[in-house]
């Protein structure tokens, strides 16, 4: 499974981003698809997942303001951003479980949010 981001940049605070990740590869085998960020000097947390049944999850700090898709057709996973905070900033990693082991073993190269105040 091969995992490409892409949209990250740069925002001003109360702005919008929109993260794409697209999949190739064995990705029949996955099971629940999601976003994680990890900002400097912190270690790396899950911002949203979607499984293949479409149930989501966010994490509290980004409840109400982002919101995870996905486009099955194009095989591209998404994270809409709104109401971006400075404490946004991080980079992003795409990332995909495999149900064999319950693990999310495969994530991309990140793509870099920066949100100005």
């Known amino acids: 499974v091969q995992l490409v981001e892409s949209g990250g940049g740069l925002v001003q605070a109360g702005g919008s981003l929109r993260l794409s990740c697209a999949a190739s590869?064995?990705?029949?085998?996955?099971?629940?698809w999601g976003w994680s960020r990890q900002a400097p000097g912190k270690e790396r947390e899950p911002v949203a997942t979607i499984t293949s049944g479409g149930s989501t999850y966010y994490a509290d700090s980004v409840k109400g303001r982002f919101t995870v898709s996905r486009d099955n057709a194009k095989n591209t996973l998404y994270l809409q951003m709104n109401s971006l905070k400075p404490e946004d900033t991080a980079m992003y990693y795409c990332?995909?479980?495999?149900?064999?082991?319950?693990?999310?073993?495969?994530w991309g190269q990140g793509t870099q949010v920066t949100v100005r105040s």
């Open positions: 590869g064995s990705i029949f085998s996955i099971d629940a």
């Open positions: 990332e995909a479980r495999d149900p064999r082991s319950g693990e999310y073993d495969y």
